[in-house]
């Protein structure tokens, strides 16, 4: 990763700085500072996958957000230049992009201490999603058959019906957000239940509950017929990462909340 990382950056003229490298998730990516020619500070991001699945919905999230989206109003990093390299049977797609100043709210997805947000923070954000939702796209997010799949098995209810379908980032945690309004990790966006991207950020809300009571507040889609389908999805998913072995400090609260989904579906 760190050879294929120094060869994209000779590749897209940029020179990188030193420290500030980040993993991702199980080694998938590399991403760290760098400054083009002339200065600019930008971010020069590399993910790897077998070159059998170097395609499809996460490997062109960044690509195909930056054609459809721009920056969305500055709320988004602007991808500058792509990158494409091969080798030992593995791809390895290298992303400049403008680079994000101010850390993320989080170093993990869930929010473990509280933040006291500004009120213009969430109308940022909600006046954000807001725009995203409308962004026609055919790419897909969250999939019927794995709703009617999951939801049964992990919240113990059937797949709520689903009253509408918008375009979400589809990743919307603490540690894709920061302060000014940026939202980073564009991969996974496209169409979801209505509703989705606040249902998730409220899963990775749960252990603090004034935040989690802005979440809703700020989201009245939350608790609605219309969010239902969302919410659900969204626990169905979590809870399935806590069978796994992660987001394990929320296995209670996302257990509470499939309670109250039952409730509210006459379920339970």
Not at 9 to 22: D, F, I
Not at 80 to 93: I, K, N, T
Not at 118 to 147: D, H, I, N, Q
Not at 244 to 250: E, S
């Amino acid at each position: 990763m760190r050879i294929y990382h120094a060869r994209a950056a000779r590749a897209l003229a940029v020179q990188t700085e030193l420290g500030g490298k980040l993993w991702g998730w199980a080694g998938r990516t590399l991403g760290g500072p760098a400054r083009t020619a002339d200065g600019r500070p930008v971010w020069l991001r590399l993910v790897a996958a077998p070159e059998a699945k170097a395609s499809g919905k996460l490997w062109d999230g960044a690509l195909d957000a930056q054609h459809a989206l721009g920056d969305l109003g500055g709320h988004r990093p602007a991808l500058l230049g792509v990158h494409d390299a091969f080798g030992d049977g593995m791809a390895y797609r290298a992303e400049l992009s403008v680079r994000v100043e101010q850390a993320v709210l989080s170093a993990d997805p869930i929010l473990h201490q509280a933040l006291g947000l500004p009120a213009s923070w969430w109308e940022e954000l909600a006046g954000t999603l807001e725009k995203l939702s409308g962004t026609g796209t055919g790419r897909v997010a969250v999939r019927e058959a794995y709703m009617a799949r999951a939801i049964p098995e992990f919240v113990k209810m059937p797949a709520p019906a689903v009253a509408s379908w918008t375009t979400v980032h589809g990743d919307l945690h603490w540690a894709n957000l920061t302060l000014p309004l940026r939202i980073l990790d564009w991969e996974a966006w496209g169409q979801a239940p209505q509703g989705f991207d606040a249902a998730t950020l409220y899963a990775y809300t749960l252990l603090q509950p004034d935040d989690a009571h802005r979440v809703r507040a700020t989201f009245p889609v939350l608790g609605s017929t219309e969010g239902l389908a969302a919410e659900a999805v969204v626990c169905a998913m979590l809870l399935q990462t806590t069978e796994r072995g992660d987001n394990q400090a929320l296995t209670d609260r996302l257990r509470a909340w499939a309670g109250e989904l039952r409730r509210r579906s006459g379920r339970n």
